[in-house]
Structure formats: C-alpha cells, structure tokens
C-alpha cells in the first residue's frame, strides 16, 4: 500500500507570493490533517479535513487554507507569504477521524527569501 | 486551549544508559499517542494508550498512561544510537484534533 506523498518536496518563494502544496492520503483514507514543523515551534496543528469537509482549525491566521477533493486528496495554500512561513509541511492520514493513528507524508519544506 | 507539554526538551543519553522522558496535558485526555521522528524524517507513529494506567511495551521502550489520564511517559532502557531523534507525544480529546508536544530530542552519545 502506497503511503501519504506530498508535493513538492522542496521549493523557494519570495516573500509577498502564494504557495499550494499538495497531499495524496494513504489509499482509503479520508482524513487528511496538516502541520507545520519549525525548530522553534515542534508541530503545530494548522487543519483536518473528512469528506472535503473541514472538521478543525489551528490558530493560523487566514493566510493558511486548505480544502480536499472527492478523492479525498488535499491541497493548502499560504498566500502573502512571509520569512516566518518558512518551515516543513507535513501531511498526515488516517482511517479514524479525529484521534487515529496518523500516518505522515515526507513533508513538503517551503523556504521565504 | 489544549495544552501538551514536553520535558525534557533535549535529552544526551550514553549508550547503553536508560531515560525517560514526560508528557504532560493542560485537560484530561481521551488517548495519547506517542511518535517518533528521525533525523531528516517524518513523524512515525509508535503507540496508541487509552486507558488510566495502561502499560505498554515495545522491545525497550516502556509506555505508560497516568492514572488521571493527563500525563504519559516514555522509558528507553539500555539506549542504542538508533534510538536518535525526537520524540513526540500527541493527546487526544473526544472529537478533537490531536495536540502535540514539543517533542524530546535525543542525541546518544556512543
């Protein structure tokens, strides 16, 4: 069974443009939650998704948004992007909604020049 | 909010010594997940508790749920350098997303 990809792995914005990364889940699997991991901050919480319906928020400014499609594939957007954006977005799936286990992408690492 | 925390945040370890190291929650938790993290990797899930005062056991990894349901543990004994990278907990509350913790890095020191 394939596991969660995420892309792109890498890339390099400036500051002030917009970024989409993507997330394919685990086969089945229709939750699609995302993080963001900086050294500083550990992982925090930015979305989750079930059934292209948001189910929670993390407290990031509105900036960050996300939505998932009918194949339960998930896609997030950082507009205006700003140097403290830069980090690692990682994408995780899980078959139980809420607390499963999750089972994470690579991560996608966005760095803001 | 939910609040999950850490301790130690880092954490030097000699091979072939043991250690802990604790997570503690702001709110009582329906379960707590434990992840691992290698250096360059992603998170990688370790185990699930659920029950006050559940024990589990991987090989040498020791897991343990408070009784109160808002504080786990995770002992390592007889530490190998495969045992580097952080390591997560995660809480869970019925309904809600998981909050993680800051995460313990762990260096050993052959």
């Known amino acids: 069974k394939a596991g969660v990809t995420q892309t792109p792995r890498y890339l390099i914005k400036t500051r002030g443009q917009q970024v989409t990364l993507s997330c394919s889940p685990i086969s089945g699997h229709r939750s699609v939650s995302w993080y963001q991991q900086t050294p500083g901050q550990g992982l925090q919480f930015l979305f989750e998704y079930f059934s292209e319906t948001q189910r929670n928020k993390g407290n990031f400014p509105g900036r960050f948004s996300g939505r998932q499609f009918s194949n339960s594939r998930s896609e997030m957007n950082v507009s205006t992007l700003e140097l403290g954006d830069s980090a690692l977005y990682l994408c995780a799936s899980t078959s139980r909604v809420g607390t499963g286990e999750l089972f994470f992408g690579e991560g996608s690492r966005l760095t803001v020049l | 909010g939910q609040q999950v925390m850490q301790i130690p945040q880092y954490q030097h370890v000699q091979e072939g010594e043991d250690f802990t190291t604790y997570c503690n929650s702001s709110?009582?938790?329906?379960?707590i997940q434990w992840y691992k993290q290698r250096p360059g990797g992603h998170p990688v899930f370790l185990i699930q508790?659920?029950?006050?005062?559940e024990v589990k056991k991987q090989k040498r990894l020791t897991f343990q749920f408070g009784e109160a349901k808002k504080n786990s543990s995770l002992h390592i004994t007889a530490t190998q350098t495969t045992d580097v990278g952080t390591y997560f907990c995660?809480?869970?509350?019925?309904?809600?997303?998981?909050?993680f913790g800051g995460g313990t890095r762990v260096l050993v020191k052959p």
């Open positions: 709110t009582t938790l329906s379960n």
């Open positions: 995660a809480g869970g509350a019925a309904g809600n997303k998981l909050t």
């Open positions: 508790l659920v029950k006050s005062g």
